[in-house]
């Protein structure tokens, strides 16, 4: 048994030949297919970036259009979703119905289900992304109990989600620019990020041949976790626990604490010893949208207070713990309106566009097996069945 690898975690262990995403973790660098985050953070969109993910290269004009309108014209869901909504319990988690939903994609779009065929994997694709903020949107109405919303295609991406989660048919919603292009950019910043766990278990799924729906669904699983997209969720909470700056160095203490199991949420990260370049961005988009808002959030001076703090901590110094994208997504979506529950579901809308243009590249990859790990087997030796009764 002494054959294999022991990589507990795969932290050096590559799983496949990748050229969408590349991370210097200790330069804090990140591009995708070459560009660096921030500058497609700053000046890009996030179809553009989809387009970007999935195609190799930026689009032009009229491939951006092309692409924009072929992703509108998938952004309705089959009329039956809804009645699928209707069977979960309202005050479940909106990931919960989000694995559930997108999970029974490939039971409503069977037409896009072969994956041997390239035309169905490209509807497939589109479908996903377009079909997500419809689902997201679709999650947190259900738990609000008001109605559903149509997509509107005349808007963009973005606002288009925000007409469908904040909006009532009762009233005509204005799409706030200034959330409209703070939202596009947290789609832009969770859009991909090479093999992390959620990325590998869509890649992994995928090798079986599973359809993309499926590997999809097995993805947002994943992403759930607290040591993963559910981070932004756990960091807002351990913000607001925190309350006011005075009681940081509480939790500080706690964090460094091996009997305690607590950890600072949104800090650390397995590829970054460094800044995350994504966290960095954020970070000027907190002050920014709670300026243009008009919003005064103590949640944000405690973060801002926090990094400090930690920076300058031996214990944080020493394990290279900077804060990661989680740390100040959720302050901005907080000041959007967004409940905490909905954060990793705005993770998941976003990685949808890393995770089909992944699975993309593995299904043409020509070195594409299914991915098998093997183990250390460290159990009982042979032994022989005894009955229960002389046990
Ligand atoms: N607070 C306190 N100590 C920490 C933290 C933290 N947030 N993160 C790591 N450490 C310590 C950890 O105790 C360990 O100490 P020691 O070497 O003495 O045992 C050391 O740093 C290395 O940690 P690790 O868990 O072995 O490192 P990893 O690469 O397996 O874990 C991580 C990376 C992101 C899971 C971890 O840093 C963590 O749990 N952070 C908090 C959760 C979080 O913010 N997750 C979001 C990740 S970024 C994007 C995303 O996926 O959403």
């Known amino acids: 048994t002494g054959a294999f690898t022991y990589d507990p975690g ?7 030949e990748s050229k969408i995403t590349y991370i210097d973790g200790d330069a804090g660098i990140l591009l995708h297919r070459g560009y660096p985050i921030d500058q497609l953070a700053e000046k890009s969109s996030f179809m553009e970036v989809s387009y970007l993910l999935m195609n190799g290269e930026l689009p032009n004009k009229a491939e951006l259009d092309n692409f924009t309108y072929t992703i509108n014209r998938h952004t309705m869901v089959h009329e039956q979703l809804a009645t699928f909504y209707r069977g979960f319990r309202r005050d479940a988690h909106p990931m919960a119905v989000m694995t559930g939903v997108v999970g029974a994609l490939s039971a409503f779009y069977h037409d896009s289900t072969d994956i041997s065929d390239p035309d169905q994997r490209r509807i497939a694709s589109h479908r996903l992304i377009a079909k997500m903020p419809t689902l997201a949107a679709m999650a947190y109405k259900y738990t609000i109990g008001q109605p559903f919303l149509y997509p509107d295609n005349n808007l963009s991406y973005a606002g288009n989600f925000l007409r469908m989660t904040f909006g009532v048919p009762a009233e005509e919603y204005q799409v706030d620019p200034i959330i409209e292009s703070a939202m596009d950019k947290i789609f832009i910043l969770h859009a991909d990020h090479e093999q992390n766990a959620s990325t590998s278990t869509v890649r992994l799924a995928g090798s079986s041949g599973a359809n993309p729906f499926a590997c999809i669904a097995a993805g947002i699983a994943c992403l759930w976790g607290p040591a993963h997209g559910g981070a932004n969720e756990a960091a807002l909470n351990m913000l607001r626990e925190i309350g006011t700056p005075d009681r940081i160095p509480e939790y500080i203490a706690r964090a460094k604490n091996k009997d305690d199991p607590f950890r600072l949420m949104g800090f650390g990260h397995r590829v970054y010893k460094n800044f995350d370049p994504r966290a960095q961005v954020l970070s000027k988009a907190a002050t920014e949208v709670l300026d243009k808002l008009g919003i005064s959030d103590p949640v944000l001076d405690t973060a801002r207070e926090l990094e400090q703090i930690a920076l300058k901590d031996q214990y944080f110094i020493d394990k290279k713990l900077y804060p990661n994208v989680d740390f100040y997504s959720g302050v901005i979506l907080s000041a959007i309106g967004f409940p905490t529950s909905m954060f990793t579901v705005l993770f998941a809308l976003a990685r949808t566009a890393g995770w089909i243009a992944q699975w993309n590249e593995m299904i043409t ?27």
């Open 365 to 391: 990859d020509p070195d594409q097996k299914i991915g098998r790990p093997r183990q250390l087997y460290t159990g009982a030796t042979q032994r022989d069945y005894v009955s229960v009764e002389s046990r």
């Open 10 to 16: 795969f932290t050096s262990t590559a799983s496949c």
